[in-house]
């Protein structure tokens, strides 16, 4: 399984050679390697950004892709190349298009602690944490004249145990040769505003919001239509309660203020 990479919209219309380097060529020296040591079974983890911003929702599959960010450039030049590699071997692939992964271990054993000096490019969620726990003076909230129902951008929150559990299920069903695709989302969009509210009510924290201009590189919406996923790998998201993900997420960063530093491992 393929999962290694840099992930940060924003981050990757600054700085778009990393990100060309660090997905796209990193994806074919592994491609490589596998050859070369006769592995043929992969994994790979894409993004809901190789589609830009298409005319209609939901996204499906065969949703024509027109990444509009270095990130969705390079995911999808990787995808490309994978798909290639396939045609003339016997590579048995399976591509995952994640949606928007927020969330924590239920267990309360892992969750989201990202680096100090990767905070300004945060997920919304990290960053609404952050401003709950007073780490930060408050919520920053880039973009509010997107034309969606509330001016907000949307997108697909979709829980990392339910994540896991569809590489799983991908891995149980994979191929004996070929690529296959799937979209891995819930299914319904959720506005900023509406992530923001259901932050503050999980927290109990009247979080401080400030409205700025757009974030570059971002689009107004994006949500999945996951019916493919459901229909050949009996797979289907669970956790569809944002304040609830959202809860239990907050509980694990409450005992781990420090992130990892402050685990007793």
């Known amino acids: 399984m393929h999962f290694a990479a840099v992930a940060y919209v924003e ?38 950004a190789t589609y830009g911003e298409p005319d209609k929702m939901p996204i499906t599959e065969e949703t024509p892709q027109k990444p509009i960010n270095p990130y969705g450039k390079a995911k999808k030049m990787s995808e490309d190349i994978i798909k290639d590699h396939a045609k003339t071997t016997d590579l048995a692939a399976t591509i995952l298009r994640y949606f928007n992964v927020i969330g924590s271990d239920p267990k309360g054993i892992l969750g989201e602690a990202p680096p ?5 490019h945060g997920r919304i969620s990290s960053a609404c944490f952050d401003a709950a ?3 930060t003076p408050g919520l920053k909230v880039k973009g509010t ?12 929150y979709i829980h990392v145990t339910d994540l896991v559990d569809a590489h799983v299920k991908a891995l149980e069903k994979l191929r004996s040769s ?11 969009g959720k506005s900023v505003k509406e992530f923001v509210d259901a932050c503050k009510a999980a927290t109990g924290v009247n979080i401080p919001v400030t409205y700025l201009g757009r ?3 971002d689009y107004a919406e994006v949500w999945s239509d996951p019916t493919k996923i459901k229909v050949e790998l009996n797979w289907s998201a669970t956790y569809l309660d944002l304040k609830e993900t959202l809860a239990m997420a907050w509980k694990w960063q409450q005992a781990h203020p420090k992130g990892y530093q402050s685990a007793a491992l």
């Open 11 to 48: 981050e990757s219309v600054e700085e778009p050679l990393r990100y060309y380097k660090n997905i796209t060529s990193n994806t074919l020296i592994l491609l490589e390697a596998m050859k070369k040591h006769n592995v043929k079974k992969l994994i790979y983890s894409s993004t809901c």
């Open 116 to 120: 100090p000096e990767f905070r300004q």
């Open 215 to 217: 974030r570059p590189g």
């Open 133 to 135: 726990l007073k780490i």
């Open 178 to 188: 070929g690529v296959s695709i799937y979209n891995v989302g819930t299914g319904e």
């Open 145 to 156: 004249d997107y034309k969606t129902k509330d001016g907000t951008c949307i997108r697909d």
